[in-house]
C-alpha cells in the first residue's frame, strides 16, 4: 500500500445532490490544465484550499488583482459556481484545480510558487475515529512548507476549539520555519477582520460558534 494513502484520499463528497447537467468532464479538464500549465514561480501566487463555494477565491481576486489566484476544491459543485461567478464579474485572474491539494502540489514542479495561503474553515471532522481525516497535520505543514517563499503568509480559519489546539501545537513544532503573528485575542478574532464572510462563517455564527483566524508567516 501507499505510504500515503491516507494523505491523498478524498473524504466528502465531490459532487452535489443536484442533478443538474453540469458537463463535469468537459469542465474539470479546463479546471486543471489550466491550473498547473500556467503557475511560474516568478509570479505572485496564491493559494486558497478548500474554496468551497468560492467566496475566499473571488475575494482575493478582487483584492489582489495583480496575483493569480488558485482556487483548489474537491467539491465541484462549488467549482462550477465558482465559474459562473468569475464569468459574471469578468475576473481573469483565478485557476482552479478540482481536486486534492496534495495531488495538486505534487503536480508541481519544485520551487517557491506562493506568496499567500488560504485556508478557511477547513472540515474539523469533530468524531475522534475521523480525526485522521483532518488536512492540517505535520506531514501538510513539512509538505507545503517547501512551495512558499520567504515571508510568505499562511491564514487558517477555524470554529472548532480542538482543531485550533491541534494546529496550534503544530506551530509550535515549526517555530523554526514560521511566526505566529496575531497572537492577542482581538488579533485572532476572525470577527474583527475585514475578511470574507464565506458560507461556512455564517454557519458557525448560525451555530453560536466563535471562528478564530490564526495568521502565519514563514522565516
Wanted: net charge positive; proline share 2%; hydrophobic share 35%.
Amino acid at each position: 500500500m501507499n505510504n500515503n494513502y491516507f494523505h491523498y484520499r478524498i473524504y466528502g463528497r465531490s459532487k452535489g445532490r443536484n442533478k443538474k447537467n453540469f458537463q463535469y468532464d468537459k469542465y474539470r479538464s479546463i479546471i486543471n490544465n489550466r491550473a498547473i500549465k500556467d503557475l511560474k514561480v516568478t509570479d505572485n501566487n496564491i493559494l486558497d484550499i478548500g474554496s468551497g463555494y468560492g467566496e475566499s477565491t473571488l475575494y482575493l481576486a478582487e483584492n489582489y488583482i495583480n496575483s493569480k489566484i488558485i482556487a483548489c476544491e474537491n467539491f465541484f459543485d462549488g467549482n462550477y459556481k465558482l465559474i459562473n461567478e468569475t464569468e459574471k464579474k469578468q475576473l481573469n485572474n483565478i485557476y482552479i484545480h478540482n481536486g486534492n491539494v496534495h495531488q495538486f502540489l505534487d503536480k508541481l514542479t519544485e520551487g517557491k510558487y506562493f506568496s499567500l495561503i488560504w485556508i478557511l474553515f477547513p472540515d474539523p471532522w469533530p468524531k475522534k475515529k475521523h480525526l485522521k481525516r483532518r488536512l492540517i497535520n505535520l506531514f501538510f505543514f513539512n509538505k507545503i512548507l517547501k512551495y512558499l517563499k520567504k515571508n510568505a503568509k499562511i491564514y487558517i480559519a477555524t470554529d472548532s476549539k480542538s482543531y485550533l489546539k491541534e494546529i496550534l501545537f503544530l506551530v509550535f513544532q515549526l517555530r523554526n520555519q514560521l511566526i505566529w503573528e496575531n497572537q492577542r485575542k482581538l488579533g485572532w478574532d476572525y470577527n474583527n477582520t475585514s475578511l470574507v464572510q464565506t458560507k461556512y462563517y455564517k454557519k458557525a455564527i448560525k451555530n453560536g460558534s466563535n471562528p478564530f483566524i490564526i495568521k502565519l508567516r514563514t522565516l
